[in-house]
C-alpha cells in the first residue's frame, strides 16, 4: 500500500510541476485567467509541489 501512495504522490508532484511550468510558458487559459490571478495561481502549484515534495521525502525516509 506504501508503494502505492508514493507512486500517486510522485505523479501528482510532476503533474503539479508541469502544469505550473505550462502556465509559466505559453498563453494557455489567458482569456479567462490573466495578470495577477495567474501570477498566483502559478505561485501556488509551485508551493504545493514543494510541500508535496517535502512529504514524500519524508515517507520515503521514513522506510
Same mark, same amino acid.
Given at each position: 500500500? @506504501?508503494? +502505492? @501512495?508514493?507512486? /500517486?504522490?510522485v505523479f501528482t508532484l510532476l503533474i503539479? +510541476? #508541469? =502544469? #505550473? =511550468? !505550462?502556465? /509559466?510558458?505559453?498563453? =494557455?487559459?489567458?482569456? @479567462? ?6 501570477? %498566483?495561481? %502559478? %505561485? %501556488?502549484?509551485? +508551493? !504545493? #509541489?514543494? +510541500?508535496?515534495? =517535502?512529504?514524500? !521525502?519524508?515517507?520515503?525516509k521514513k522506510k
Amino acid at each position: 500500500m @506504501n508503494i +502505492i @501512495n508514493t507512486t /500517486l504522490s510522485v505523479f501528482t508532484l510532476l503533474i503539479c +510541476i #508541469a =502544469f #505550473a =511550468f !505550462y502556465l /509559466l510558458m505559453t498563453d =494557455f487559459l489567458q482569456p @479567462n485567467l490573466s495578470g495577477t490571478r495567474r501570477t %498566483i495561481l %502559478i %505561485i %501556488i502549484l509551485f +508551493i !504545493y #509541489a514543494l +510541500i508535496r515534495s =517535502f512529504r514524500i !521525502y519524508k515517507q520515503v525516509k521514513k522506510k
